[in-house]
């Protein structure tokens, strides 16, 4: 799989690890920044990533910060991204299950590496169920249609 990647100050440590751990599974890296722990205003980042999933240039992508959930609100900004906040397995699970989510957000300073390494394998490898969850996922995409009529 092509992996977008993006990160703030706060969790460039984190997206560091992780484009290794993607590497080593054998998926293709594409790194939106930022390039340091220098502060950094993370919405154009996550932008980044969102854009590159909906335009079908990544497969799924990560977007990580300190608690991940500025992140993952800005990412969801993007019409098609469905952005989880899963910092344990169990929401990981089921965010790719039932709500077929394309990007995953993780804060930094809530997961250890290697609790992301788990949480974004068991990510990558779950399976959208579909069935009951597919009409859930139409109906997410009717309000964004409908968001883009008012506008």
């Known amino acids: ?3 977008a990647i993006g990160a703030d100050h706060a969790g460039y440590d984190l997206k560091e690890h992780l484009k290794t751990t993607l590497a080593g599974l054998g998926h293709e890296v594409d ?18 990533v969102g854009r590159a999933v909906a335009s ?14 500025g992140e993952q609100i800005a990412a969801n900004k993007v019409d098609g991204i469905r952005a ?24 930094a300073r809530v997961v250890t ?6 949480i974004l394998e068991l ?4 399976d959208f169920e579909g069935g009951r969850h ?3 996922i139409a109906l997410i995409h009717d309000i964004e249609r409908a968001q883009d009529d008012v506008r």
Do not use: F
């Open 1 to 3: 799989m092509r992996i």
């Open 31 to 48: 790194d939106h920044g930022t390039d340091s722990v220098e502060r950094v205003d993370y919405p154009p980042i996550m932008a980044s």
């Open 56 to 69: 079908g240039h990544a497969d799924r992508g990560i977007v990580l910060g300190g608690s991940g959930q």
């Open 84 to 107: 989880a906040l899963c910092n344990d397995l169990w929401t990981a699970r089921l965010s790719r299950e039932h709500n077929d989510a394309n990007v995953i957000a993780m804060g």
């Open 113 to 118: 590496p290697h609790m992301a390494d788990e």
């Open 123 to 126: 990510w990558l490898t779950t």
């Open 134 to 136: 597919e009409q859930r």
